[in-house]
């Protein structure tokens, strides 16, 4: 499948804007979870917290499964494939990952800060509110400069797909200056 010039314009801008967003969002989860964590004001560290559910709990997931499915979109649709470069397998892995830490560890992380927070008790855990912004934003900075940077090249089935598309080119150049 190649995707036309025009659809793969629209789909990078998508890609590149629900990606911004996810770092925005993530760097807003972790100001907020800093002054959740250092703050001594407690009407301070309710607000921070349930301030971070509404993020956690309505555009996390949204934007996260976005950028999934743009970024498959381009890489099924252009010639950088899915698993044709180390790069683009590498953000692949490193989305879902970060989906899954999402779903399973900063969100339960969150709810149990609101929770304990609207019962009248102090943060149980900072971590719960920094550990999570933390992670999330080094792998979307990493997943960033990769994109810019596109290194350590083709994944061994690249390779061999190279090599096959060299090979028919060759032969029908051959088969050109015959006839």
């Excluded at 397998?89 to 709810?111: D, E, H, M, Q, S």
């Excluded at 990769?146 to 028919?168: D, M, Q, Y």
């Amino acid at each position: 499948m190649k995707l036309t010039r025009p659809v793969r314009r629209a789909n990078l801008v998508v890609h590149v804007a629900a990606s911004a967003s996810w770092l925005g969002l993530t760097l807003g989860l972790l100001a907020l979870g800093t002054a959740a964590a250092t703050n001594g004001s407690p009407a301070t560290v309710e607000a921070s917290v349930r301030a971070m559910k509404l993020f956690a709990d309505w555009l996390l997931l949204p934007v996260a499964a976005l950028t999934l499915l743009s970024g498959l979109v381009l890489s099924l649709g252009t010639p950088w494939g899915l698993a044709r470069h180390r790069w683009v397998f590498t953000k692949f892995w490193l989305t879902l990952a970060t989906i899954t830490a999402t779903v399973f560890a900063l969100r339960p992380g969150v709810n149990a800060a609101v929770t304990a927070v609207a019962a009248g008790e102090t943060l149980p855990d900072a971590g719960d509110v920094l550990f999570g912004p933390v992670v999330s934003l080094s792998a979307y900075v990493f997943m960033t400069v990769v994109s810019v940077l596109k290194p350590w090249g083709l994944t061994r089935r690249g390779r061999r797909l190279r090599e096959a598309e060299a090979g028919g080119q060759a032969r029908a150049g051959r088969a050109r200056q015959t006839a």
